[in-house]
C-alpha cells in the first residue's frame, strides 16, 4: 500500500478534528482500517468513509435540533 493511499494517525486525528486516542479508539471498534504493515496508518479509504458518515451525523443532529426549534413547548417545559 502506498503513502497515497494510507494517512498516519497524526494527520488523520487533524483532518477529523478529533484526538489521536479518539482515532485509536475508532480503529478498535473497527470504525477506521490499518493500513498493511503499520498499526499508525490507515487507508485512505476508510479515513474518508468515515468521515463522510461523520458529517452525515453531523447534520440529522442540526436537523433534529432545528426540528426541535421549531416547536417551542415541545419539551413539556411551556
Known sequence: MS???SM???E???YLG???YTVQSWAEDGGLERAEGNPFWFTRESVEA???DLMGRKLQSFDLLNKFSEHPGADGQD
Open 8 to 10: 498516519p494517525l497524526a
Open 3 to 5: 503513502e497515497q493511499d
Open 18 to 20: 478529533v484526538s489521536d
Open 50 to 52: 468515515l468521515k463522510k
Open 12 to 14: 488523520v486525528a487533524e
